[in-house]
Each structure stands twice: as C-alpha cells, then as structure tokens.
C-alpha cells in the first residue's frame, strides 16, 4: 500500500473521533441547569419544607386509590402486546 493511502487510513479515525468533539459546546452550554434551578429555589424560599400548610392537589382519598391501583397492577400486570412483528400473523 502507498503511502498516500496509509495515511489517509491513519486520519480516518483521528477525524471521526474529532466529529464527536463537535457537539461538546451544545451540550457545555445547558450543563448544570437543573443544579442551578434548584438553588435559585431553595434561595427563594429556603425554609419551603418547614411550611405547615398543604400543597395544592391530589386529595387523600384519590391518592390512596391510585397507589392502591399502582401497587395492583404489580400483582396482575397487563398481558403482553407483540407490537412490531416483521413477518406472519400476530402472536396471542
């Protein structure tokens, strides 16, 4: 092999491992949000799990019902669905 083609051999990997460096800004600017949101909140009102009055939604009585319905569906889960099927006719 000449060496025109052996080096272009060497570069192929060095430019596809250069590729995946390409998205690093996309990913370096949104990096620590959440952690970020999660101070301004705790900044804004720091004694937030100290408060005595309820949060606003579910009542007691539908929240028992829906854990009662999460922790059944445990004990009979639903029967499987063969969703993609690449040739013949539909298991059951």
């Known amino acids: 092999m000449n060496t025109p083609c052996r080096a272009a051999l060497h570069l192929l990997p060095v430019l596809a491992m250069l590729a995946g460096c390409a998205t690093a800004p996309d990913y370096d600017a949104r990096f620590g949000d959440a952690v970020r949101q999660a101070r301004s909140a705790m900044t804004i009102n720091p004694q937030a799990g100290a408060a005595a009055d309820p949060?606003?939604?579910?009542?007691?009585?539908?929240?028992?019902?829906?854990?009662?319905?999460?922790?059944?569906?445990?004990?009979?889960?639903?029967?499987?669905?063969?969703?993609?099927?690449p040739g013949g006719p539909a298991a059951k």
Not at 77 to 83: D, L, Q
Request: avoid cysteine; aromatic fraction near 6%.
């Open 55 to 85: 949060v606003a939604g579910i009542d007691g009585q539908a929240a028992r019902g829906a854990m009662a319905r999460y922790h059944d569906s445990f004990k009979t889960p639903p029967p499987v669905v063969n969703v993609i099927n």
